[in-house]
């Protein structure tokens, strides 16, 4: 909505438009909430809704089953005070929570504050109940509410004409139906809701799903600033009309607000977002009567939420031309190097060790001569172990050789050759980047 505000859309046309979303009150009764800091939060939550999906889309996308009255997914989108940063934090639904004392809104049922996992509290509470939860879980006093259903996510992926996807290595979920080939693909919406929904393509699960569906938002952002989209004005309705058909909203963000917000949002493109997610202490923590749930790190995700309060950036200055690095499966940063010097040219092991250092692998600093002083073809020896580490660095290499060597370790050993002339820069599609681990949308879209 925002977006299209920034576009230039009319006020009547938001206006009319408005009179589509649903209307609830999240914040009723609520009290000793948190103090308000600086810039808007605006809490994000994706609900089924598969009970508005034709039997057709039903089929097809793998959402069969009954409709359940719970989230999806969870995001905390941060609105900088000036307008021209937004920092989106998702928030694994399986996180490890404790519900404020509520009635149940199914049962009507009195319960007294428990531990639940975070998209529980949809279930027994709806929305006031999911943001009192966030709100005591993090610190951040919550200005806004949005729900949005797969309905709305679908059809606003059609209208701006599908979004661009791109991946290093073959993608399956036999669960969603999701089959993508390595490389660069268009996503339509059922598509689309595939690839968000995914949580069985690698062994990271929903933190995997979420690390998905943050670089779709990126995409889909930088398809809607830089497609075409807000200068089509048939295009633009149809957009807002998807997006606002299958909406729920809190009573205070009307339509003045929007266009407030949007007005000064005008120059928002994809390198305006940051992406993050809560960090993690344990993956894996049980909880009797619960089960397996998400535990936070306690002293990341403080650090983390004040920032948010205090309106800090949370990617730091990190620079802008990521997404113009080749595609690899294993991030740089998580790549240990030791280079040695297979030729007689004095200093060549000292640059590619810098060369390898400054793209963002973790070099040893320490480059040493190798055995042979006549290596015509740089070669990479690696453990088969790490495999997919060897494959990211070669691709930073080109013209080198892979080495398989068993017991060698985690330590990839790089032996530079006479063809070497420079380092390719590379990218991981789950990179880690910054102090949370945060990446800017334009590190994240294809290149």
């Given at each position: 909505?925002?977006?299209?505000?920034?576009?230039?859309?009319?006020?009547?046309?938001?206006?009319?438009?408005?009179?589509?979303?649903d209307?609830?009150?999240?914040?009723?009764?609520?009290k000793?909430?948190?103090?308000a800091?600086?810039?808007?939060?605006?809490?994000l939550?994706?609900?089924?809704?598969?009970d508005?999906?034709?039997?057709?889309?039903?089929?097809?996308?793998?959402?069969?089953g009954?409709?359940?009255?719970c989230?999806?997914?969870?995001?905390?989108?941060?609105?900088?005070?000036?307008?021209?940063?937004?920092?989106?934090?998702?928030l694994?639904?399986?996180s490890?929570?404790?519900?404020?004392?509520?009635?149940?809104?199914?049962?009507?049922?009195?319960?007294?504050?428990?531990?639940?996992?975070?998209?529980?509290?949809?279930?027994?509470?709806?929305?006031?109940?999911?943001?009192?939860?966030?709100?005591?879980?993090?610190?951040?006093?919550i200005?806004?509410?949005?729900?949005?259903?797969?309905?709305?996510?679908?059809?606003?992926?059609?209208?701006?004409?599908?979004?661009?996807?791109?991946?290093?290595?073959?993608?399956?979920d036999?669960?969603t139906?999701?089959?993508?080939?390595?490389g660069?693909?268009?996503?339509d919406?059922?598509?689309?809701?595939?690839?968000v929904?995914?949580?069985?393509?690698?062994?990271?699960?929903?933190?995997?799903?979420?690390?998905?569906?943050?670089?779709?938002?990126?995409?889909?952002?930088?398809?809607?600033?830089?497609?075409?989209?807000?200068?089509?004005?048939?295009?633009?309705?149809?957009?807002?009309?998807?997006?606002?058909?299958?909406?729920?909203?809190?009573?205070?963000f009307?339509?003045e607000?929007?266009?407030?917000?949007?007005?000064?949002?005008?120059?928002?493109?994809?390198?305006?977002?940051?992406?993050?997610?809560?960090?993690?202490?344990?993956?894996?923590?049980?909880?009797?009567?619960?089960?397996?749930?998400?535990?936070?790190?306690?002293?990341k995700?403080?650090?983390?939420?004040?920032?948010?309060?205090?309106?800090?950036p949370?990617?730091?200055?990190?620079?802008?031309?990521?997404?113009?690095?080749?595609?690899?499966?294993?991030?740089?940063?998580?790549?240990?190097?030791q280079?040695?010097?297979?030729?007689?040219?004095?200093?060549?092991?000292?640059?590619?060790?810098?060369?390898?250092?400054?793209?963002?692998?973790?070099?040893?600093r320490?480059?040493?001569?190798?055995?042979?002083?006549?290596v015509?073809?740089?070669?990479?020896?690696?453990?088969?172990?790490?495999?997919?580490?060897?494959?990211?660095?070669?691709?930073a290499?080109?013209?080198?050789?892979?080495?398989?060597?068993?017991?060698?370790?985690?330590?990839?050993?790089?032996?530079?050759?006479?063809?070497?002339?420079?380092?390719?820069?590379?990218?991981?599609?789950?990179?880690?980047?910054?102090?949370?681990?945060?990446?800017?949308?334009?590190?994240v879209?294809?290149?």
């Amino acid at each position: 909505m925002l977006v299209l505000g920034a576009g230039g859309i009319g006020h009547a046309l938001v206006s009319s438009l408005d009179t589509k979303i649903d209307r609830i009150d999240p914040f009723r009764d609520m009290k000793n909430r948190p103090r308000a800091g600086h810039g808007t939060n605006v809490l994000l939550v994706g609900t089924d809704g598969r009970d508005k999906i034709t039997e057709e889309e039903k089929e097809k996308y793998r959402l069969g089953g009954a409709p359940c009255h719970c989230t999806d997914t969870i995001m905390l989108l941060h609105i900088s005070a000036d307008r021209t940063r937004a920092s989106v934090i998702s928030l694994p639904r399986d996180s490890y929570a404790e519900v404020p004392g509520h009635t149940d809104a199914t049962t009507g049922k009195r319960h007294l504050a428990h531990p639940v996992k975070l998209n529980a509290a949809y279930a027994e509470g709806g929305p006031t109940l999911t943001v009192r939860t966030v709100e005591h879980m993090t610190g951040v006093k919550i200005d806004h509410y949005l729900e949005v259903d797969f309905t709305a996510f679908m059809r606003t992926v059609d209208a701006v004409g599908g979004v661009e996807i791109c991946t290093a290595k073959p993608m399956k979920d036999n669960y969603t139906g999701l089959v993508l080939d390595s490389g660069t693909h268009w996503l339509d919406g059922g598509q689309a809701l595939q690839y968000v929904r995914s949580r069985h393509v690698d062994g990271a699960s929903d933190l995997g799903r979420m690390q998905r569906q943050q670089r779709f938002m990126a995409a889909l952002i930088d398809r809607t600033t830089s497609g075409g989209v807000l200068l089509n004005p048939v295009r633009l309705r149809e957009v807002a009309g998807s997006v606002l058909g299958s909406v729920r909203a809190d009573q205070g963000f009307r339509t003045e607000e929007m266009l407030a917000l949007a007005r000064a949002m005008r120059g928002f493109t994809a390198a305006s977002s940051e992406f993050t997610s809560v960090p993690v202490a344990n993956a894996g923590y049980q909880v009797k009567g619960i089960g397996s749930t998400v535990k936070w790190d306690p002293v990341k995700s403080k650090k983390l939420f004040a920032a948010v309060r205090e309106d800090q950036p949370l990617a730091g200055r990190l620079p802008r031309t990521a997404a113009r690095k080749k595609l690899v499966e294993v991030s740089p940063q998580q790549i240990r190097v030791q280079v040695y010097n297979g030729t007689r040219l004095h200093g060549l092991g000292a640059t590619v060790d810098s060369a390898l250092r400054s793209t963002g692998f973790s070099t040893t600093r320490t480059p040493l001569n190798g055995d042979r002083r006549d290596v015509a073809r740089t070669v990479i020896s690696f453990d088969p172990r790490w495999d997919r580490s060897a494959r990211s660095l070669a691709t930073a290499l080109p013209g080198s050789v892979l080495h398989p060597v068993s017991g060698q370790g985690a330590t990839l050993k790089v032996t530079a050759g006479e063809n070497f002339t420079a380092v390719v820069p590379v990218r991981a599609e789950n990179a880690y980047q910054g102090e949370f681990g945060t990446l800017t949308g334009d590190q994240v879209i294809c290149g």
